[in-house]
């Protein structure tokens, strides 16, 4: 039960208006956030014993290929599914090509990736993933909408999109913000409005905001009975978020922003978040 080959798929769209890009990256094509366009790569990664790890990585064509056939393959091939540690230590040592920025994107590729050998990883255990990360006896999760979703779009299309939402039954969700607090408590004011008391509702600023502005929102967000703010403030600044979690009721959230290992010890040291 060997891996012995990748797959992947390209997929690309032109969306039919251009999300306002919000957040300190400052997006122009992302496959989850604002943005002209969208690309995604759908990746298989298959064993020997007829399984299938699946992923998305983002990204154009001639990136994404290039990681996969100069960094992914040559690490992956022959190896074992469940050794998600090694596997994950040897694709960060792989050389990226020239240029931090290269370097910084292949990073999110291979932790994207990582989804994908978690995935195989469960089946060959024959095992949900949720049961071989330990989770407990329940059959279902609780899962909230957004990300593709609930982005920077135009108010009325946010509308649109939280009643077709609701309507297919999902019982949270998330909304994209980062616009400044005087248009981001507009947006929740009339989602929750849109929404209903019965749904749960959370905010994901992408690292947006500075103390002050956050401290200008958290109010209207407690006023509106939602559960986290997520990725407020940018992670150097630990006293910050100290101060923000203890302005309010409503959680403090990390997220993807806090990647790895030693960020993530770094803000439970340093008291940074509700969240993890």
Known sequence: MAICGLRVR???AELPAP????GDVGYTEFFHTGSE???IAGVEIRTSSGHAGVTLLSGAPETVDAFLEAVAWPVL???VPWRIRHLREQLLARPYGPGERFSRAARGLVNRLEFGLWDLAAQEAGLPLYRLLGGGPERRAAVYAGGGSLCWNPLPLLVKETEMLRERGFRA??????????EDAQVCRRLRGVAGP???????ANRAYDLPGALRLLPVLEDLDFSWFEEPLAYDRPEEWRQLRAASRVKIAGGEGCGRI???AD?????????Y
């Open 262 to 264: 030693q960020p993530v």
């Open 173 to 182: 969700l998330k909304i994209k913000i980062g616009r400044g607090p005087e």
């Open 198 to 204: 019965d749904i749960r509702m959370m905010v994901d």
């Open 77 to 79: 091939c022959g190896e």
């Open 37 to 39: 366009r969208q690309r």
């Open 19 to 22: 999300m306002r890009s919000r």
């Open 267 to 275: 803000a439970a040291r340093e008291e940074m978040l509700d969240i």
């Open 10 to 12: 390209h997929a690309y």
